[in-house]
């Protein structure tokens, strides 16, 4: 197989939408879930950046087992990547853990195999990678992790990080509203719950009065005998 290409910088750039355009597609819309907003805002920072692939992963779990839970993908083949990574391990646990981004360049013959683009045409080996902590409010809301054709430069670097706490920001922001669903779903059962106790009550109540009325019957049909 021959080696991998590599891109020059020039093409990297053609296609990129716009900073309007991206900043729309970060944004969370009204009939978003989770996984579509990341699907949408990891196609729109691909696109943007000049990437090849991208992971986009939001943090969760409680404090002392917090972990990152992929939520997006793009254009990564089946077996690469994690769908779970605690906080702490590996590269992207440790980023995550540290609150500080990580950028590298590396020739393609120290990148693992499945780290290549493939098309029907060509075989593309990233030579930059980014590793991009979500932070809001001092803590982790998630990672990004980009791999592109060419190193990442200081301007991309500058712009990555200025997109990171928008983006941590909307993901603090649908963790609190599940928190939110999930009470309101354990308050409602806890209603319904008092509730069927309550009847179940009346209806021992309406029981014991029914006993109680056909023993006074009794007694009162023993009396006249």
Not at 46 to 63: K, N
Request: net charge negative; proline share 8%.
């Amino acid at each position: 197989m021959n080696a991998p290409a590599t891109l020059a910088p020039p093409l990297q750039a053609m296609g990129a939408p716009s900073a309007h355009s991206l900043d729309h597609d970060l944004r969370w819309q009204p009939a978003d879930e989770l996984p579509t907003w990341g699907a949408r805002a990891l196609e729109a920072l691909v696109t943007s950046f000049g990437a090849l692939q991208g992971c986009l992963y939001a943090a969760d779990g409680p404090e002392g087992t917090r972990e990152l839970l992929r939520i997006a993908a793009f254009a990564t083949p089946a077996q690469a990547g994690l769908e779970r990574v605690p906080f702490g391990q590996g590269v992207l646990g440790q980023a995550a853990q540290s609150g500080k981004p990580r950028f590298f360049e590396l020739p393609p013959e120290e990148l693992a195999p499945m780290a290549t683009a493939r098309t029907a045409l060509v075989e593309v080996a990233p030579r930059g990678l980014a590793i991009l902590p979500l932070i809001y409010n001092g803590a982790t809301q998630g990672l990004l992790e980009l791999s592109a054709p060419e190193a990442f430069d200081s301007a991309a670097q500058a712009r990555l990080a200025a997109l990171a706490e928008p983006m941590a920001a909307t993901l603090l922001n649908q963790a609190n509203q599940l928190r939110v669903q999930a009470l309101l779903h354990e308050a409602q059962q806890r209603t319904e719950q008092l509730m069927a106790q309550e009847e179940e009550m009346r209806q021992n109540m309406e029981e014991m009065q029914a006993t109680q009325e056909a023993l006074r019957d009794i007694a009162a049909e023993q009396e006249r005998a």
